[in-house]
């Protein structure tokens, strides 16, 4: 075999083995649906349970970067507390090594079959079920003939002065063996691959334990380089957590070094006749080990973190702080984040709604600069959001999700006209404090009363996009239409006032201002509360 049918050989392995895996894990996150997007969230103060949670999560998503990357984003969105996020990251540890497990068994022989039937359902199958199961099939497949086409390709790099050279140098050097492993993973960003490539090279005959084990340990904390990125342009504590993540496996490592020769022993004992096997219990068991032993320690670690990167003084974010563009890799996940950006957006207006009354009816110009602030940040969202909805829409997503995202497009829509309609409101509070004009007092109350109601709206409309209640969206249309009735009333009161010059002019014209934006704002959170009602359609068709 060539040098030149050597690297494309491994390169080609990789790829499938790296495609495999994608299709694989992406088929599994369908699968799981909406308990994989919500599972992260509920985790409690327990980490015990943090690991348990980690790990599963992990081993469905094939990825302890993509795992770690999503507690970033929660920590970062404040949706978990650091504490909580040591279990996760730990689990995540221990659930990036069952890809490691499962490569380790020679499967390459049964690969061609898992395709085969694996690619006929997917183009047959109709219930999407069925295809997301076809999908696990063929990943499974493609990523076993990728471990195959690796290992029979590495198989003669052995005859190689250059390689065996090292190989020796590694296996005298554990601390450059560290080193490869952390260089291997940081630029593949996937520990798995890593390993992968281990287990092939432990199956072409090409490297002992002696050589493995340092690289396994390097490949854990090059996995970390993901979750610190993502940690970059995330706020304090969300960078404490890829720190934390970072520190967990170097501790790890250091701790480990020193003992390389007893756990090469250990492993050796367990399955004699297998390196690849070796390979694989080798990183579980580091990982297991190590969460034990930090486990109960890991507040101290917390203490370190928040001693290196201390609190800087919060402030409210002017962009969207759930939104992570890495966890469009889990389209799921990114669905639910969607969501709860926009359940933001809608409470950012509704408060803005409520600061502007309070201004028009009680001049306050340091409220009168938080409205303008505060729809400065809407705007933002706005942007934000469809942005995130544009790259979403491009993935892969269960029928439900998209509807979902769909619905979010429209919805953050009138949300900005909300914000707009509160924004009108205050220029109505500014002219009627530089002009001095007072409301009779039945335009007062009438308007206190229409604010209310409307209010009422808003709440129970955002209630019904969280939760997806029908019964939400026929109480909001209800209200629309008292809404409607309230202000058809009060306008032939303000009329009857006018022509009875019990109101002068101006005054009567800022009321008929006030009653439509009022009763735009019941329009639009009608259209919210009732948007999962009306037929949706591809994103990308109506984003263009």
């Known amino acids: 075999m060539s040098s030149f049918e050597i690297v494309t050989g491994i390169f080609g392995g990789l790829g499938l083995f790296l495609y495999g895996m994608k299709l694989m894990s992406d088929g599994l996150e369908n699968v799981a649906g909406e308990k994989l997007k919500g599972i992260l969230e509920k985790i409690t103060s327990n980490k015990v349970i943090g690991v348990l949670v980690g790990t599963i999560v992990t081993a469905i998503i094939q990825s302890s970067s993509a795992t770690t990357v999503m507690v970033v984003s929660f920590v970062n969105a404040g949706l978990m507390t650091l504490t909580q996020a040591t279990g996760v990251i730990l689990g995540s540890n221990i659930g990036t090594t069952i890809t490691a497990q499962m490569v380790s068994f020679n ?48 198989k003669p790099i052995s005859n190689l002065q250059i390689f065996n050279d090292f190989i020796s140098v590694i296996g005298k050097n554990h601390f450059l063996g560290v080193l490869v492993g952390l260089t291997m993973t940081a630029i593949l960003q996937s520990s798995s691959a890593t390993t992968g490539i281990l287990v092939a090279l432990a199956n072409s005959g090409n490297i002992d334990m002696n050589v493995a084990f340092p690289i396994i340990l390097g490949c854990n904390i090059g996995t970390c380089v993901t979750a610190i990125l993502a940690g970059l342009t995330a706020n304090r504590t969300a960078k404490k957590a890829a720190l934390l993540h970072l520190l967990f496996n170097i501790f790890g490592t250091v701790l480990f070094l020193p003992f390389s020769d007893k756990v090469v022993t250990f492993v050796n004992y367990l399955t004699p006749d297998n390196v690849a096997r070796q390979v694989a219990n080798a990183h579980t068991i580091f990982n297991v080990v190590i969460t034990i032993f930090i486990l109960p320690i890991s507040k101290y670690f917390v203490m370190l973190v928040n001693h290196i990167l201390p609190d800087d003084e919060g402030k409210e974010s002017c962009g969207a702080i759930y939104l992570d563009k890495k966890l469009l890799e889990t389209p799921i996940v990114a669905s639910g984040q969607v969501i709860k950006e926009t359940i933001r957006m809608a409470n950012k207006a509704k408060n803005n709604l409520e600061l502007a009354m309070e201004v028009f009816l009680n001049w306050n110009e340091e409220k009168m600069k938080k409205v303008y602030a505060n729809e400065s940040i809407i705007n933002t969202l706005e942007r934000d959001i469809t942005e995130y909805l544009i790259e979403l829409s491009q993935h892969n997503l269960p029928e439900e999700n998209a509807k979902l995202v769909s619905q979010a497009y429209h919805t953050i829509n009138d949300i900005e006209r909300i914000g707009d309609h509160a924004e009108n409101i205050v220029e109505l509070a500014i002219q009627k404090y530089e002009n001095d004009i007072t409301l009779s007092n039945e335009g007062d109350k009438e308007v206190r009363q229409l604010f209310e109601v409307t209010l009422k709206s808003i709440s129970i409309a955002i209630e019904a996009f969280e939760s997806n209640e029908i019964n939400n969206g026929d109480e909001v249309e209800k209200i629309e239409e008292e809404i409607d009735s309230l202000e058809k009333q009060f306008r032939e009161n303000n009329i009857n006032r006018l022509s009875a010059k ?30 999962k009602e009306k037929p949706t359609h591809k994103l990308h068709t109506e984003l263009c």
Request: neutral net charge.
């Open 502 to 531: 019990t109101c002068l002019a101006d005054a009567g014209i800022m009321f008929f201002d006030l009653l439509s934006n009022l009763e735009r704002i019941g329009d639009h959170a009608n259209n919210i509360a009732t948007a």
């Open 107 to 154: 499967l390459e022989v049964i690969a061609p079959i898992f395709i085969g039937v694996g690619a006929i359902v997917m183009m047959s199958a109709k219930k999407k079920r069925i295809k997301d199961l076809a999908y696990i099939a063929l990943g499974f497949g493609i990523l076993f003939m990728g471990m195959g086409l690796m290992s029979s390709s590495l």
